[in-house]
């Protein structure tokens, strides 16, 4: 009966769809600048494949299952290992660079981490089941419902970088790690709470997905409060409920949605769009900001800046406690020293620089004679981290891909480093590409990001009460905070 | 975001003009970099090279130097690398080589090593830095600029709503 009345529905849907489509959708406001990509017929044809999902997670975790094997059984030499290369170097450019800037949380549409888990709970690949998902289904714990674990999931990954870029082993272990507890969670709690709240990777993804000029929202939010049956976030014969957890009609920013297309299949009122919008235009959403997430824009400035050093720098003493192994990767060298790298580095992404920002919000709000809280000053000032801190890590990862990137033509012939050839670009040479140019683009990135973010301090004034010259004037030592951020990075750099 | 839909004040258009051409002269005007380089001599640096750094790590020179560099690895077989300028080298222990070169374009170029030596190879690095480090300190004034100009522009187009 249910499948006939949607069946019908979806031929009045399809009839009026182009008549529907030209209307301004009213009722959100804000649809300034924006574009449903679904009005382009192959694209909206493709997202309401369902095996649209399945055919790039399948691709993706052929990868990564390739990835954990030359990790763990090829050669410990990490730039003729397919997993060193292809995950920090290709994977990473791809996501921070080419993906979380241009379309937000796409890679978690292909992301194949959490997959075999979904596969398990849905007890299917591709199609719909009907029924309950396989598993336990617990509800996560309420008081870990933010990304704080994935707070400390990043800072976990991200403390042990130096011998994850050098040892392949070490990232195989990893990577295998990740699937496992994804899939183990899969079984005990519902739908992805890998995702939502434990994936180091999906924190940063969801912070800076903020930016993307694209997004998945509701047509119409009447149309959802008035949609009983609710079918994108319970599931329906089309397919399943929100995987992560988020019911579509409320969405307003990118941060928790991960783009798996379930909700264009499950709706049936036609009213999930897929739009271009203006760059950025989440970082103006003041509800949902949260101390949280806050800290994931600290946490990325920070570790992109330790990175820089670390890695970039000429310093050989600070890539010696950043490595715990010694020269010859037998063993420990100095335990003391690396616990001294791991203070450190921690101080400075949870107290250092969350100190000498909270201290610039409290000036601020003085200056701005801002009504709020210290602390809500704190949590709202920081996202203007959130530009500044993508386009801060997109320049550092240009610098090394473009150097590195030339090594990938060898490990896709040779992923083990066993000596095979498999498309003859084995002897493919180490050859660092236009390296003095990076230093131009890092210029522009960091000052884009910097304008964006000055402009944003004075918004988020404004957002908090402030008239026009009291969210000026708070804005000045916001600005002289960005301004010696970028600095730091520009003295890395070219300095 | 309305940064960019947003309709731009004539107040707001020429702050974007006269920030537009002073980022364009703080980042293309000729700078007599030669003169403030003083007359060109010859540097010769012994280099070595040991996993994973270099000593000294680094190197400064002034625009129009003759550099030369002695490289020597101390440990294993390491090789040098020059961003921007390509020069490329390679020594094995006890058996140093040299490479020579002008010193014709300024700023900070990486070193680093290009024979896969271990570990932290490819964060194997160094740098050369040739003054004066012009590319840097546009670098520098156009941050500046950004940062005043973006709040000059903030001040010059109100924001309506608090929203
Ligand atoms: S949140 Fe993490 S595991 Fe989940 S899809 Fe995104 S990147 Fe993959
Ligand atoms: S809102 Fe839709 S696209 Fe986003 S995660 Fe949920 S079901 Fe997937
Ligand atoms: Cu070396």
Redesign the interface.
Known sequence: MTAFRKSEDRFVVSASALQERAEVRTTNGNT??RFDLLQIRPIRWLLHQRAFQWVLTTATLFFFLLAILTGLFGTP????NFSIIFVWIVWWALVIIVLVPFAGRFWCTMCPIPIPGEWAQRRSFIGKRPGKLLGLGKKWPRRLRNIWLQNFAFLGVAILS?VL???PQATGLVLLLFVVAAFALSLIFERRAFCRYLCPVGGFIGLYSMAAPVELRVRDRDVCRTHTEKTCYLGSAEGYGCPWLVFPGALERNTYCGLCTECLKTCDRNNIVVNLR????D??VQKGRRLDEAFKGFIMVACAMIYSA????????L??MA?P?T???QGMASPTRYLAYAGAFLAINLLVLPGLFYATTWLAKRLGGLKTTPRKMFIEYAYTLVPLGLLAWIAFSLA?VF??GSYAFAVISDPFGWGWDLFGTKGFP?T?FV??VV??LQ?GL???G???A??LA??IG??N??D?AGA?RA??PI?VF??TV??VF??L??? | MRVFSQRLSQQGLIVVVVFVSLSLLVAFAPVPVDALAGTPTTREITVEGRMFDFSPNVIRVNKGDHVVIDFAAMDVVHGLYVDGYGIETEAEPGVPTRVEFVADKAGKFRYRCSVSCGAMHPFMIGELIVGPNTPFWRAVGLTLLAAVGALVFTATNRTEAAR
């Open positions: 300034n600048g030499a990490g730039n003729k130096g870029l050098t040892r203006p760059p950025g235009s970082l103006l670390v890695f970039l720098g000429p310093w050989g003493w890539k010696d490595n192994a020269s010859s990767g090394f150097v590195n180490w660092p390296p003095q230093q131009y210029t960091l000052a884009g910097l304008v964006t000055v402009y004075y918004r404004r957002q009460g402030a026009h000026l804005a000045m600005t960005l301004t970028t600095l520009l003295r750099y070219l300095g």
